[in-house]
């Protein structure tokens, strides 16, 4: 950990654009790969009798990682620049991108958005931009990647630029919010040393370009919410949940409250990093013990809060989605499994109250019959088990949510209001 304040990276972009490369080629040049890690792929390759291409070790590292990281949520990469520390929130190249991006761990503050030039504006990278838009990412830094593959051509690059402008103007992403870098992550063009190869760009390299990024929002001064990711029984303790707090603290002795199982009780112990502590503050990772509470009375998916302002259950609530892929209509009455936090519930989509225009964010049409790919829209959602979700603009940390149906994301949006 360190003292610098904290940045959490989205690197997202079309499949096979580079974003895993990019990642390598960042931790690798900022020394982020541990040195063990690198000595033994050196050796390896060294009885292998191959030469000391370092960069791809890291890859490879990476890649198991990858694999590793389809049974936790989200695998965390860290690296540093001079004034920030960035966590990469989730391992690009994920299936679960975009449900990590909504339900994970941490959710991003800015995004590199990788485009390759020789492919340019492709369908995931509309559907990325328009989700960064959708779930508040402040800048976006678009890397022009792959530069090597189109000889280094200043006009290919030009008009990549132009495309993504175009596009961000559709969506309503402020361009001046915006940088673009000319990249090669596989060559390491502008990643961390200005390229003779782009003897036409004089802007920032990727990694100036990162580093004078705003400094994030602090967090919220929204009371304690801590979703349960997992219920444990220690012996010598009793019962442990664990998971990371979004917003506020937690104080030994603090009264608390677990919503939507409805249980409470006093704050005995916590725990992070296997050491006792007297409180916790929001990112941290707790387990923690509460006088009176069995593992039966509580549940992955249950939010802890403070018992005088406990976590909101929802009857139903209005949300702002974005249909990103279904194969066919979305009507009033469809029942898909929605992602918060870490709660998966069921929930019908009671119904469908205005379609928006994307490229102006006027409403299109009030009451439409349905909404398909592409659409944005304002829904009334009624889950069908106890939900604890918040308003996106009174805790945004617990207001958003991704709709999975088909083992596919199809669509994601945040909370506007809840009716308890
Ligand atoms: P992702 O799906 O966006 O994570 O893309 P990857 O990082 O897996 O890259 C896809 C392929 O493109 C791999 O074979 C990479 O080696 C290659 N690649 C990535 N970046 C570059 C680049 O800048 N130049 C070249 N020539 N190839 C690249």
Redesign the pocket.
């Known amino acids: 950990m360190s003292d610098k304040p904290h940045q959490n990276l989205a690197?997202i972009?079309?499949?096979?654009?580079?974003?895993?490369?990019?990642?390598?080629r960042l931790l690798y040049e900022t020394g982020s790969v541990p040195e063990h890690v690198i000595e033994q792929h050196k050796e390896e390759a060294e009885e292998k009798g191959k030469g000391g291409f370092e960069f791809a070790y890291v890859?490879d590292n990476l890649a198991e990682e990858r694999e590793r990281g389809v049974t936790i949520d989200i695998a965390h990469q860290e690296f540093d620049t001079d004034d920030y520390y960035f966590t990469i929130v989730d391992c690009?190249?994920h299936r679960d991108f975009v449900k990590n991006m909504i339900t994970g761990a941490s959710q991003a503050d800015n995004a590199v958005l990788?485009v390759?030039a020789d492919d340019g504006v492709a369908p995931q990278t509309r559907e990325h931009v328009f989700l960064a838009r959708t779930l508040g990412i402040d800048e976006l830094i678009v890397a022009v990647?792959?530069?090597?593959?189109v000889d280094y051509k200043e006009d290919t690059y030009k008009q990549v630029v132009s495309d993504v402008q175009d596009l961000l103007k559709q969506v309503q992403f402020n361009t001046e919010d915006a940088s673009f870098i000319p990249?090669?992550?596989?060559?390491g063009?502008n990643v961390s040393e200005a390229s003779e190869n782009t003897p036409w760009y004089d802007g920032e390299t990727l990694l100036e370009a990162l580093n004078s990024l705003p400094e994030p929002q602090p967090p919220t001064d929204a009371p304690l919410r801590l979703p349960i990711q997992d219920v444990y029984t220690i012996s010598g303790i009793g019962t442990v949940p664990v998971g990371r707090i979004e917003t506020g603290t937690m104080n030994t002795g603090d009264n608390v409250s677990f919503q939507p199982s409805d249980v409470g009780g006093e704050v005995k112990t916590i725990e992070m990093h296997h050491e006792e502590v007297p409180s916790a503050e929001p990112g941290d990772n707790v387990g923690f013990n509460v006088r009176g509470i069995g593992k039966d009375d509580i549940r992955r998916g249950d939010v802890c809060g403070p018992a005088d302002e406990p976590p909101t259950v929802a009857e139903t609530f209005t949300a702002q989605v974005v249909v990103m892929q279904h194969p066919s209509v979305i009507t009033a009455g469809y029942t898909p499994v929605f992602h918060a936090h870490t709660a998966q519930v069921a929930c019908t989509i009671e119904s469908i109250d205005k379609k928006m225009d994307p490229a102006s964010g006027e409403v299109a049409e009030e009451n439409p019959d349905f909404i398909q790919s592409g659409d944005a829209a304002v829904v009334t959602v009624r889950p069908q088990k106890p939900l604890s979700i918040e308003p996106s603009s009174e805790i945004p940390e617990l207001g958003s949510f991704a709709v999975r149906d088909m083992g596919q994301t199809i669509a994601a949006g945040k909370v506007l209001d809840v009716n308890e």
Do not use: W
């Not at 990647?145 to 593959?149: F, L």
């Not at 990249?183 to 060559?187: N, Q």
């Open positions: 690197v972009g079309h499949v096979d654009h580079g974003k895993s490369t990019m990642v390598g890859m690009p190249g990788v390759a990647n792959k530069m090597d593959v990249t090669s992550a596989f060559e063009d």
